[in-house]
């Protein structure tokens, strides 16, 4: 049975209307895919040379791909891109929620893969999407090319973060404001301009959407060490919906090739990561055009 995304029709309108809008001003070109898929409609952006190595872009709950526009520009160079709107979220997607156990969402992902024409890729996930990625891998490793994670779900602890949160609540606009600020730490003076650019929108997406109240599935000891692709996972100590530091001696103990990348005051949401992950993709996706990049005068700036 489909769960509803957002609290109204109306919500529903004025959202895809906002993010149209992100999408009008996309930092580089785009090319816009709706492909068919066993859980409906399933809406893609396409940026990047068509011919350099893949990478699917995976974005979190309550968010839609309108949430990598400020590593786009960067990847893009190198790479080609496919940010896809995850079904049930507050993208151009299908909005249905099948349940988390099972091999529902890695029949879905083989459908998007099938539909994008690609064997294999990079998969790039945040939080919920971390999780998709990590669960694609584990039950599809041939098509796996390598694995970045950023604050993932699936490895660490969930936390029971609506009970620790719950008296906040009670405390009008200020309640939601601390809470806004444990998930995603303290609010700078002056956002980025790419950050800037969506957050609006983003904030219009937590008032609009329904949460998913779930409890996300840990891969095993046993899967985790079957994940022999290149691994980077990135996280923060004080994330309060993962437990970070059993995402990192998990990950130690069960994923010896993994590069973890703890960050002490890091938060549920991890900026200015762009570098550190085109770093990676650089040194991991093999092939000519991913040297050639690395190479080139083009993209010198990137590795400074």
Known sequence: MSDPVFRSDADAVEIMREYRAVL????????????????????????????????????????????????????SRCFRLYAVDMIGEAGLSARVRPPLIGDTYAIWLDDVFTGLGLARAALVGTSLGGWLALDYAMRRPSRASALVLMCP???????????????YLLLGAWGKRKIVEKVFGPAPKRLPADLEAISPLMDSISRAIKPR?????????????????????????????IDSYDTRLRLERHVPNAEVCFIEEGYHFLPDQAPRVFDFLVRNLQGHDAQTCRDSKSCAAADE
């Open 153 to 167: 779900a699936g490895i660490g602890r969930q936390k029971s973060f609506l009970v620790a949160v719950a008296p």
């Open 24 to 75: 009008d001003h996309w930092p580089v070109p785009k090319q816009e895919i709706e492909l068919s898929t066993s859980q409906g409609p399933t809406f893609v952006l396409g940026c990047g040379p068509e011919t350099a190595p893949p990478v699917v872009l995976l974005h979190g709950a309550q968010a839609n791909s309108a949430a990598w526009r400020p590593d786009i520009a960067l990847w």
């Open 213 to 241: 109240v779930i409890k996300i599935p840990q891969l095993s000891n046993a899967a985790l060490e079957a994940l022999t692709m290149p691994l980077l996972a990135i996280m923060g100590g004080r994330d309060v919906l």
